[in-house]
């Protein structure tokens, strides 16, 4: 919301976008299977932001400009509910939503905008579906007069609500309710049948880390060594390296790969301490 906020106070384009530091829009033309974990629920799960990925979903300027300037709305496929409803979904997770919250959002848009309250009633209680995440990208005309609306909604809700003892989750509740306002406003939206509106899926990378590409450390009697393992495991490894190194040869030249996350830097620097002072 504050890059949303950020954005609308301080660029001009003719569209604007949001995406995450692991959600992406895809513009691929294949039509990938999705998550159903909680975490990148609906979402088309990847490993690595890596070549592969990047065309497989299209993310490059020459398909992404030739998608978008067809469109005056691009959202992402709606997330399944099970055959539950938006208002109902909300009341079941008492750790992510206060329902005084909710009601109190659909009663500004009932007294501000008497003319969405149809569009309110179908999103939050009568489809099976969802427009999680905040993602979509937006014609300009559209996304200012979205932001007004939202922001408007949202100062008014501010002013409205008692945050002091919210857990550190529900102070995330800007951005939950957004959610469900978005999906009123999309619904709303398509209600006009004015707009050309599409939907793409959204695609969740687990790695977002730039990964490197291996090569032999030397040219001549190079011994690889791989192994992967956690924090946990490093004294283990030590071990096992202070072994290679006993029983190493001047006329062997030894490449050691530690392939892993979550390792502290302390152990990180005992295992290289290990090898640079030979």
């Not at 939503?97 to 569009?119: F, S, T």
Request: net charge neutral.
């Amino acid at each position: 919301l504050t890059v949303h906020y950020w954005a609308w106070k301080n660029v001009k384009a003719d569209y604007y976008g949001i995406c995450h530091y692991r959600r992406y829009i895809g513009f691929g033309n294949e039509k990938m299977p999705v998550s159903k974990l909680e975490y990148n629920n609906g979402c088309v799960n990847e490993e690595f932001i890596d070549k592969r990925s990047i065309e497989r979903h299209g993310l490059n300027e020459k398909t992404m400009r030739a998608e978008i300037e067809k469109y005056d709305v691009i959202a992402i496929d709606p997330i399944q509910l099970n055959g539950n409803n938006n208002y109902n979904v909300m009341s079941c997770s008492p750790d992510y939503h206060n329902m005084e919250d909710v009601d109190l959002v659909i009663d500004i848009i009932e007294k501000k905008y008497p003319h969405m309250i149809k569009a309110v009633e179908k999103y939050m209680r009568h489809t099976n579906y969802s427009y999680l995440y905040n993602c979509w990208i937006l014609k300009k005309e559209i996304f200012e007069a979205y932001s007004e609306w939202l922001f408007g909604i949202l100062e008014e809700v501010e002013k409205r609500i008692d945050s002091t003892h919210y857990s550190q989750q529900k102070f995330r509740t800007p951005g939950t309710l957004t959610e469900r306002l978005w999906g009123i406003y999309l619904t709303y939206l398509q209600e006009q049948r004015e707009y050309k509106i599409c939907h793409k899926q959204l695609v969740f990378f687990r790695n977002v880390e730039k990964q490197k590409e291996l090569y032999p450390a030397f040219e001549k009697n190079n011994n690889v060594i791989v192994s992967n393992f956690n924090n946990a495991y490093a004294p283990v490894f030590s071990t096992f390296l202070a072994s290679v190194i006993a029983h190493s040869t001047c006329c062997n030249n030894y490449d050691v790969i530690i392939l892993g996350t979550g390792i502290d830097q302390q152990n990180r620097a005992g295992l290289q301490s290990m090898v640079t002072k030979l």
